[in-house]
């Protein structure tokens, strides 16, 4: 059974940083695709942002030069490191993985940011 365990939310003042871990277990595959997504209230979830196997990383218009995301492979584990954030950035950061071979999707349960003085 596949299971995602997101860590790392929590409030932060504009300008401040946190930084979201989320740790995959279970895959009987490997995993292609780990990213993030987040979900502001009264909003749709969007694409934060996205890191393949190879390395390509891709991110919404609204965080790049303020996001980064990484992952170490060895652990399956993939990391979302947040600065100059702001509270617009106020969201539930869902952790998603699409693994190898079967393409299939999976997501944490979400961890709350809120950006708040």
């Known amino acids: 059974q596949v299971q995602l365990v997101e860590s790392g939310g929590g409030l932060a003042q504009p300008g401040g940083s946190l930084r979201l871990s989320c740790a995959a277990s279970?895959?009987?595959?490997?995993?292609?695709?780990m990213g993030w997504y987040r979900q502001a209230p009264g909003k749709e979830r969007e694409l934060v942002a996205t890191h393949t196997s190879i390395g390509i990383t891709n991110y919404a218009d609204s965080v790049k030069g303020r996001f980064t995301i990484s992952r170490d492979n060895g652990k399956n584990t993939v990391y979302l490191q947040m600065n100059s954030l702001k509270p617009e950035d106020t969201a539930v950061y869902y952790c998603t993985i699409r693994t190898a071979v079967t393409g299939m999707n999976y997501w944490g349960q979400g961890t709350q940011v809120t950006v708040s003085s």
């Open positions: 279970g895959t009987k595959f490997g995993i292609n695709v």
